[in-house]
């Protein structure tokens, strides 16, 4: 790790005098270190040639911002009202045909318990024309004696 350190600074030309000359007494009496060098140094360059390709040589000419014309705001109202007023006829719609949805199954069950009502009603008056009081009906019963 330190012999890295001090190769990437010698390729930097970061190092003072006497630390560039330990280094390339280090190179030319260790071939190990010679082969870390120029992978080190190898690396380097692919590092900076990337970098390189990142920033841009020629200035980027990035167009300036229009606002839309009275045109367009116009159009992007009239959009906007024309989707808000879909959104509630449909929603209208929607409640509209789940209401009578409801509303055939509640005429059906409502008519079953009226006529139901109705049959008890016509039910108790038959058995016993006292329930019927409400209705001011005087109830006629003829005896014959014989």
């Given amino acids: 790790m330190y ?10 030309d970061e190092l003072p005098p006497a630390g560039r000359a330990e ?21 380097r360059e692919t590092l900076l040639s990337a970098l390189a390709g990142l920033n841009p040589i020629e200035n980027v000419n990035v167009p300036a911002f229009r606002r839309p014309g009275p045109f ?6 009239v959009l906007r009202y024309a989707a808000a007023a879909v959104l509630i ?7 509209w045909l789940l209401d009578n949805r409801g509303e055939t199954d509640g005429d059906e069950i409502t008519l079953s318990i009226m006529e139901t009502e109705l049959r008890e009603e016509a039910l108790d008056c038959y058995i016993s024309p006292n329930r019927c009081w409400n209705e001011r009906k005087l109830p006629l019963i003829i005896i014959e004696i014989k």
């Fill in 72 to 77: 367009g705001s116009r159009m992007r109202s």
């Fill in 23 to 43: 280094v390339e007494k280090i190179l030319a009496s260790d071939p190990e270190a010679r082969a870390q060098m120029e992978a080190l140094k190898a690396g």
């Fill in 89 to 95: 006829l449909a929603a209208g719609l929607t409640f």
């Fill in 3 to 12: 012999r890295e350190e001090q190769f990437l600074r010698y390729l930097d």
